[in-house]
C-alpha cells in the first residue's frame, strides 16, 4: 500500500508543481514548495491520516504550503507590499495581462495582490470565493487586485529586460559546460567544494565531494546529454539537450552555485521535467 500512495504522489507532482509555481512566481521556488507538500503529506500517511479524496488532499496541503512561503517572503519584502496608485481597471484587458503573465512578473507583485490576481484573473474565482480561500473580506479583495492588476499593468508597460549575467559568471558555467561536453569528469571532480550539496530534484539530495562524485559516474553511463549555457527566469543557467537538439528547449536545466572558484551546490532538474511548464528561459 505504501509503495502505490508514494507512485500516486508522484504521479501528482507535476500538476502540483504547476500550482505552485504560479503561486510563487517561479519554478524553482514552486518546487521548494512541492518538497515541502510532499513531506508534510508523507508526515501525515505515517502518522496514519484519513485520506478520503486523495487528489483535494494534496492540494490542500500544498496551497497551504504555498501561503506559508508567501507568508515567509512577505515578511522579508515588507516594502514590496506597497502598492501603487492608478485609475480604474479594464477587466478584459487586466484579465489578458494576467493570463499572459511570465512567471517572473507574478513575482514582481506583492503576494497578497499576487493571490487575488491569480484566483481570479488566471482561475476564474469569484470575489466571494476568493476572500473564503485567502481569508479576506470582499472589499480587502477588491482592493488588493485593484493594486495588483495596477502592478500587473505597470509590469506590462515597462517590458525591462532581465539584468545580463555577470561575465564571470557566464565563464565558469561556458568552463563547466565544456568539460562535461568533453567527458572530463575528472576535471569536474576537482571543482566541487568539499561540502558540496546536490539537489537531484524529486530524485535524491547528497552532501560531500565525496558522495557528489558519483554524481559525474551516472553522467558519464550516459552520452544523450549536452549542455549549453542560457539564462532561467534571469539567472545563468545550464541548458541540457540531446545530442543533435541544440536549438530546440532544453529538456531540462542545472543551476549551480559558486563559492571561491568552486562549485558550493548542484540542482539539477533531469527527474523533473515538469519545471520547464512555464519557464522563462533563454539560450
Not at 21 to 32: K, P
Not at 97 to 104: K, N, R, T
Request: charged share 25%; with cysteine.
Amino acid at each position: 500500500m505504501a509503495d502505490v500512495l508514494v507512485d500516486w504522489m508522484g504521479a501528482m507532482r507535476p500538476r502540483l508543481h504547476r500550482y505552485a509555481a504560479r503561486m510563487m512566481g517561479s519554478v524553482f521556488d514552486g518546487e521548494d514548495v512541492v518538497q515541502d507538500a510532499m513531506a508534510r503529506a508523507a508526515e501525515a500517511l505515517k502518522a496514519g491520516a484519513d485520506v478520503a479524496q486523495g487528489e483535494a488532499w494534496l492540494f490542500r496541503i500544498t496551497h497551504n504550503a504555498a501561503l506559508d512561503a508567501l507568508r515567509r517572503r512577505r515578511r522579508q519584502e515588507a516594502r514590496d507590499a506597497m502598492a501603487l496608485d492608478g485609475g480604474q481597471s479594464n477587466d478584459d484587458a487586466d484579465r489578458r495581462i494576467a493570463v499572459e503573465a511570465g512567471l517572473g512578473t507574478f513575482l514582481q507583485v506583492a503576494p497578497a495582490q499576487r493571490s487575488c490576481v491569480i484566483l481570479m484573473d488566471v482561475l476564474g474565482h469569484s470575489l466571494a470565493e476568493t476572500g473564503g480561500i485567502l481569508g479576506m473580506t470582499v472589499p480587502a479583495v477588491k482592493a488588493a487586485l485593484h493594486r495588483g492588476r495596477t502592478r500587473l499593468r505597470a509590469l506590462a508597460a515597462s517590458e525591462n529586460p532581465a539584468p545580463a549575467s555577470a561575465p564571470a559568471e557566464r565563464r565558469r558555467l561556458h568552463a563547466y559546460a565544456e568539460r562535461f561536453n568533453a567527458h572530463d569528469w575528472d576535471a569536474l571532480r576537482a571543482l566541487l567544494a568539499a561540502d558540496v550539496e546536490l539537489d537531484l530534484v524529486n530524485r535524491a539530495r547528497l552532501s560531500g565531494a565525496r558522495d557528489v562524485s558519483v554524481y559525474f559516474t551516472h553522467y558519464a553511463e550516459y552520452a544523450a546529454w549536452r549542455l549549453t549555457v542560457g539564462t532561467a527566469e534571469g539567472r545563468p543557467a545550464l541548458l541540457v539537450h540531446r545530442h543533435g537538439a541544440e536549438q530546440a528547449q532544453p529538456s531540462y536545466i542545472i543551476l549551480l552555485e559558486w563559492r571561491d572558484g568552486q562549485i558550493a551546490a548542484i540542482r539539477d532538474f533531469h527527474f523533473a521535467p515538469y519545471v520547464m511548464d512555464g519557464l522563462d528561459w533563454a539560450a
